[in-house]
Every structure is written in structure tokens, then in C-alpha cells.
């Protein structure tokens, strides 16, 4: 079947693409689907629900294989808080499922709207990573399908080296039919959240350390605008888990959504600078104290529907670097320097400290340091421009930039971040390729006359 949805959040490129639902592919390479579906030139590549930014979740030449239907959640212990789920249950699913007994996801991005494959896939990180690490620490075990080999049990014993490698392998190692993870036993979804307003970035990093030694949940918004002395001045946003509160799980609905795509992007230019204002001086001065529910504190862009669309006809690009501790406050100086040097203006800027705890994913892209997120409208060679010159600080700080947020990193930023990238292309499933995966390690394959794919 054909289908023109299956878009990355960025939606960096938009066109017809074919994908196959993974109930009816009974095993790799193709040739073997139930349905005679069209796959393309015969590759493939595991779909969650698209909201990668860029085109890690994309095949174009190929068949994307959807997840999500009939995916459910297979077995839940109220006790240990082990649970295992199909590929396409989103996280959202698992939260409510769970969350009656006392449970909550270990680990959980900007969105609810993510499924249990992608977060596996891509290694996902979130506000407690200073004391969970990331999403493949709670990962048990996995079954995963491979080209000529079947269904593999993988787990950190059992086929350790397909464990680790899909573990932020961004689908490439096969497909994820089932996993097991360990959930986190809080007392309510509730969160006792702790807002800081700052005046400059180096203030934000006077109080970092102290708000993930005291709490399990710490991130900032930085008004990417401000200049002079109030330069990276912003929000120091800290939470725990209420001792009393929500245990339904439930997250409330939209509020509204954006019905189209503008032909001119609204998040740039005086309104930006506008809104920016606005939200800085929306907490008093000092430290304030409030209960909130827990969708309002880990998804609030969730609210709003489709709100991918304000970023105009052409889409967006975010970027999301990390640099080491040492090189952070310079480093982070520069990057939103940089931004605004070249007049382009990030609606939503986030700045967070990663702590020590180590992935076991292969090519994971949280690491000690500082992470900034910056995202922007596309406008053409000016935002391709910003973007390079970005990656370039980064590198140079000895930094990465996160391939699952990206869709035009050169394969030199690639691997200047991801050293391991040959592993991972070493053991990858020769039926599956993704478009990320194609101009960047299978460039420096060619390059490099193949000498990566024989260690």
C-alpha cells in the first residue's frame, strides 16, 4: 500500500512513500509479504510513529515497515514492574496502562507520541538522564528479526553484540517485534515542579549541578533572543514525582491544533522576540513552587496539535548538539551566538546537563556534558549555512550532533560524533537502509574503498 503520511516531524522532504505493515511481513528480504506490496528496490526500514526530525525513519527508495497496527502490550507484572509490548505500542499506551499500580516510563521525551521501537531504536533520553541514563538501560530483553537468520532472543547475554548495537541503531539492525523493559515505581504522575528564572546563561550553569543533585527531573528554556549581559537568560525547570496526586495516567487532550501549513512561518522575526519576552517574565523573580500534572511538565508541545505545521511549507530543522562538561558554558556561548549571527532566531531552546551513566546502546548520543536543542523554520541555503557552522562548533568541542533530530549532516559530523559508526554498519541487517543512513556512513564506506564493512 502507498501511503503520503509517513512524514518525520521535520517533514524535511514530502512525498508518496510505500510502507508495509509489519503483520503482514513474515520475514526478510523482501519477497515474502503477504500482500504483494511493491517494496521498492527491496530494502526496508522499521517505522515507529515519525517523530524523528529528520530522515533517520526514512526509505524512499524502499518499504517502510509500520509498526503500529494491531501492536499491543503483552504482559504487565504489578509487582516488579516489568513489562513486555510490541514494537508499535506508543508510550502514551504504556502510561496509562501502568500507571494505576504505581509505574511510569523510566525514560521519556518531549512527546508521549513515541513508540516502544522507536524509543529503543533511537535511545531515547529525557529530564532524568543525570539519574536514569537512558531508555536502552531499562531494556531487558528484545526480539528481533533479522534477514537469514529469523526471529533472534537478544538481551545483555544473549546475543549481546545485536543488543547493543540496536540499542541506537536507528532501526538498521533488523525489526523489533517485541521488548521487555523495567518501569519506574513512583508515587504519582503528579509533579512537584520547581521553576528558577535566571539572567544569564553563566547563571544557569552556577545552578545545574545543584538541581540534578537534588532533583530527578531538570531542564531550561533559554530565550535564544536575549543579548548583551542578558544573553542565554531563561528558566531553570526542576520536578519530582508529588507524593499524593495522578495515577490515571491519562494525559489531557489538545487544546486545539494547527488546521494547515502557513506559507510564511509566524515563529520568527518580532513575534518571536515577542513571545520570547513574554515567557521569560511569565515566573517572578526567584524560585517558584507548583503542582502540575505530569503531561504539562514532560509533553506541553503536545497540546497542541499538528503544531509542526507553524514552521511553514518548508518545514524545520532542530539541532541538537552535545560538548563535554569542560567545554559547555563556551561552547554553548557560541552556538546561540552563532544563531543569532545569522538572524535566525530558535522558537524553542533547550539547554540540559547529561550525567555519567552510561548507555549500552553502541552508537548512543547521550554522553557527560551539556545538550543544547535549537530549532528553526527552513529557509533555504541561509538555514543549511547556520546548520553547518553549528556542527562545526560542536566538533570542535569535541561534541555530536544527534542524527535522530537531523536531516543534512555531512558524513564528516557523522563520524567526527560517532566513532563506533563502523560497528554498527559491520552488523547492520543487509536488508534495511534508511536515507540518514545512506548519505552518511554508506558515503564513508565508499570513501574509505570498504574497509569499514570487512572489520
Known sequence: MSEPHFESWGRPARTTRRAVASRDLTGLPAGRLTNGTDCGDGSFLPFGNGRSYGDTCHNDAGTLIDTRPAARIHAFNRETGMLTADAGVMLSEITRHVAPAGWFLPVTPGTQFVTLGGAIANDIHGKN??????FGCWVEAFELERSGEGRVHCSRNARPDLFA???????????????????????????????????????????????????EYAVAWIDSLATGRALGRGHLIAGDHAPDGDRTGIARGPLAAVPFTPPISPLRGIALRAFNEVYYRKPRRGTMHHLVPFDQFFYPLDRVGRWNRLYGPRGLHQHQSVVPAQAGPDAVRALIECARSHRQGSFLTVLKRFGDRQSPGLTSFPRPGYTLTLDFPHRGEATLRLLAELDRITVEAGGAVNPYKDARMSPQTFAAGFPQWHRLEAIRDPSIVSDFWKRTALQLTATSGGAHKQR
Open 165 to 215: 548495537a540496536t540499542i541506537s541503531g536507528m532501526g538498521l539492525t533488523g525489526l523489533i517485534r517485541q521488548a521487555t523493559i523495567r518501569l519506574l515505581q513512583v508515587s504519582s504522575l503528579t509533579i512537584a515542579q520547581t521553576t528558577t528564572r535566571f539572567d544569564r546563561l553563566e547563571d544557569y550553569f552556577e545552578l545545574a549541578e545543584g538541581a540534578d543533585e537534588r532533583h
Open 129 to 134: 538522564h543525570h539519574r536514569r541514563g537512558t
